[in-house]
């Protein structure tokens, strides 16, 4: 299953409006109208952020930051990966040689008939996946069995290998991949990886994670 989980934060909206105004040797803070109530951030700071993000003033937003642990399948990975101001840090079949976990997806789809990319629609096929798995999976153990070494032998794993990765970054950076990764042209189990993320980060940064992606929202 494709899975990104939250691991940890640091800062919030007020952080990228601080950030901002410290320019003028100023600070903001969380506007508490009664002890019942949680603290919001004032108008002027919600106002502040959706200017700097309109008119990409980023340098601000990069003082929050967000972590995640990604499981999603090797085909995925290699497309996220090149999103280079985000940290990683990756399992390595170098040093872990346990069995592997194979990602199936729920339906084929079918190639798009106007790109080069993309796929669309379901498409009716007479494959066993496990079967195919199970053959490569074999000659993965064959291998490790006659002595092969384990960063050697990983090459005959497929690509539906589900690998793992620690995901960090400031909160632009991951704003640029979401705008890139949410569009649905993007492959659907990219996508899935996108979107998990761009909700938790919705929840997190509320006014300064709309305001990053609501250009792209509204395209």
């Known amino acids: 299953m494709i899975k990104s989980t939250y691991i940890e934060h640091m800062g919030n909206d ?10 003028f040797g100023k600070t903001s803070e969380m506007d508490v109208n ?25 340098s601000p937003f990069g003082h929050c930051f967000a972590s995640f642990h990604v499981k999603a399948p090797v085909f995925v990975a290699r497309q996220l990966v090149k999103h280079k101001f985000l940290r990683w840090n990756e399992i390595s ?25 993309g796929s669309e629609g379901h498409i009716t096929l007479v494959l066993d996946q496990e079967i195919q798995w199970h053959r490569q999976l074999s000659t ?28 960090s970054g400031s909160l632009d950076a991951f ?33 300064s994670w709309d305001a990053l992606t609501e250009e792209e929202n509204n395209d």
């Open 14 to 23: 007020l952080t990228v409006a601080n950030a901002a105004r410290v320019s």
């Open 34 to 58: 009664d002890v019942w109530s949680p603290p919001k951030l004032k108008a002027k700071d919600d106002k502040l952020i959706r200017y700097l993000a309109k008119h990409k003033h980023i």
């Open 93 to 117: 079949r170098r040093y872990v040689d346990d069995d592997p976990e194979f990602y199936e997806p729920n339906f084929w789809r079918g190639r798009s008939l106007d790109k080069k990319q």
């Open 140 to 167: 993965y153990k064959t291998l490790l069995a006659d002595g092969v070494a384990p960063e050697q032998a990983r090459m005959v794993l497929p690509q539906s290998m589900m690998t793992e990765w620690y995901w």
């Open 175 to 207: 704003a640029d991949m979401c705008n890139l990764r949410c569009k649905t042209d993007t492959q659907a189990e990219t996508r899935e990886v996108a979107n998990q993320i761009d909700r938790k980060m919705l929840e997190l940064f509320p006014v």
